[in-house]
């Protein structure tokens, strides 16, 4: 004949289930942001300086932090047009109906005006939000100007970035939708040139 289980014992099992669970989250955590190689990984509300050496494109940059490692940095939230001709120029031109050539021209206009912003040199301020990389390796951002203001926002208020937000990296998505519908309405930066 079973045994019945003494009432609570559910539940303690359960609690201590939840328990288990948490202590190893926290153990990972900790272990990833040891392996993540850098200051930024330890401190997403923090802002960590990183000073600008090479500006990439529109939305990608590289920087030092003041340990000496170098970062690539792709800006969260955004995407700007391709510089080069490239795989994901060629899937934009199909999916906007423009040509290659065309997507390439806004993108070098986007990238002219990223490094007019954050010339080599330039002391930027790093914000993380929950995913701190992407799939090649490149650090996930808001980045923070000298004057205070978000990188990532003043090229979709300019027009030079449009929205591009994927989950779990959301923390200014709205404010960056709200930036783009006036930016579209005024025609600023791409929007004029047909973007």
Request: hydrophobic residues 35%; charged residues 35%.
């Amino acid at each position: 004949m079973r045994r019945k289980t003494p009432k609570g014992w559910k539940a303690f099992s359960y609690l201590l289930v939840l328990l288990v669970l948490y202590v190893f989250y926290q153990l990972i955590g900790e272990q990833f942001r040891e392996l993540s190689g850098s200051k930024v990984a330890e401190a997403s509300e923090k802002r960590v300086p990183c000073k600008v050496v090479k500006v990439y494109d529109g939305d990608t940059f590289k920087c030092r932090l003041e340990n000496g490692e170098e970062v690539k940095v792709r800006l969260i939230g955004i995407d700007t047009p391709e510089s080069r001709r490239n795989r994901k120029a060629y899937r934009d031109a199909e999916r906007s109906g423009k040509s290659v050539e065309e997507i390439v021209r806004l993108g070098k206009m986007a990238s002219e005006f990223t490094k007019r912003l954050i010339p080599p040199g330039t002391v930027v301020y790093l914000e993380t939000d929950v995913q701190l990389h992407d799939r090649y390796g490149r650090l996930l951002a808001y980045v923070y100007l000298p004057d205070g203001r978000m990188l990532n926002e003043v090229l979709v208020e300019e027009g030079y970035a449009t929205v591009y937000t994927f989950p779990p990296n959301v923390k200014y998505a709205e404010r960056f939708v709200e930036l783009q519908r006036k930016a579209m309405r005024e025609r600023r930066g791409l929007w004029r040139e047909g973007l």
